[in-house]
């Protein structure tokens, strides 16, 4: 059935697009450039606006967002009866398939609500007894998202409910099959490539490099080959209505936009076999392993390209991994595998820990703040100079002045 059937994918409505905390500035970049209206910057969400058609685009192109989260209605709830009879009368016969199935997922504040398992049982009960009344069937539920994902906010007397059109985080690209110690995910690694401004021109060089993670988003970005089209399914392919010819015509669009080819290239290293052995496989899966070189040995014997590039490595912070006296060592080490081995390249390191960063013993050029689970983090960017100092700021000087 066509969407003309069902009006709401053609409502305007807010859309809340979230990411992890640190990156909101590259998200909002993101749906600006898909020419979206950024309507409010928060520490970890874009409130943007547009149809329930419009979150297809939305889920389909974004790298840094978690969840696209479309506002289907808002009232006042002072408690959980008030909650259940609101959410009971909206239309969602209209909106969700009574022999399907339905996840709540819920943010709540409200001092009648000890635990959120509660307003997600009311809220589900509202939904599911209509749809019995009605249709004389009523959807199964359950944890999983990976069908219809309807979202509650509740805050004090204000309530909201969000149909999350991405189901799963937009971060599960789907390449990622092998499990390694303390993996990035997708969207952080995403953003911190674009911190380092790659654009597919020269090398990008990523020294333990991990299952693959960063190498394979800076494939993607440089290859301009939309995230979505990695996944099958969102949740938005279970709502009512769903238009599944835009949808087609959408990932058309966007596999027509990629590239083939990209004038840089891209190497990862890593000591661990098992690690390569990963990044080999996620790159198969991506469908970007022709432009990935992987090798097993020590990041100072990773063979670096003779033209200017990007170089970062994720080291261990000592949280999760390794020994703190020992990765002094470490990082003291590539302190001086930048400083002899990089002369000309932006070198970067991003890293939980920064008293293990003050032993790299280099100059900083810029210090980025991310989150990665929870952890503080630093994108650190380094002075790779050629020649003496004095000579590399002169010629900083000379292209500043000419630019």
Known sequence: MSPRHFPLWRKSSRILVTCPKGIASYLKKEIESLGFPVELE????????????????????LRTGHRVLYLLAEGEANGPD??????????????????????????????????TRFANQKCKDAIVDRLQRIC?????????????????????????????????????????????????????AAAIVLATGWNGQGPFVNPMCGSGTIAIEAALIALNRAPGLLRSNFGFRHLKGFPAPVWKELRKKAQEKAVRHFPG????????????????QNAANAGVQNWIRLAVCDYSETDIPPEQGILIMNPPYGERLGNVKKLERTYAGMGNFLKTSCAGYRGFIFTGNVELAKKVGLKTRRRMLFFNSGI???????ELYEGTYKDWKTGTEQEKATS
């Open 265 to 280: 290239q891209i190497i990862a290293t890593d000591m661990d076999r098992r690690a390569i052995a990963a990044a080999e």
């Open 42 to 61: 928060r520490e970890a969400a874009i409130l943007t606006s547009g149809t329930l058609g419009d979150t297809l685009r939305l889920n389909l192109s």
């Open 136 to 188: 004389g069937r009523r959807p199964d539920s359950g944890p999983a998202r990976d069908r219809a994902v309807v979202h509650l906010f509740w805050k004090g007397q204000r309530a909201q409910l969000y149909l999350d059109t991405s189901g799963e985080p937009l971060s599960r690209r789907g390449y990622r099959k092998i499990p390694v110690k303390a993996p990035m995910q997708e969207t952080l």
């Open 376 to 382: 503080e983090c630093r994108l650190l960017e380094y």
């Open 82 to 115: 008030d909650l259940y009879r609101w959410i009971h009368g909206l239309s969602w016969e209209n909106i969700l398939h009574e022999d399907g199935y339905l996840c709540i997922t819920s943010t709540v504040d409200h001092p009648s609500i000890r635990d």
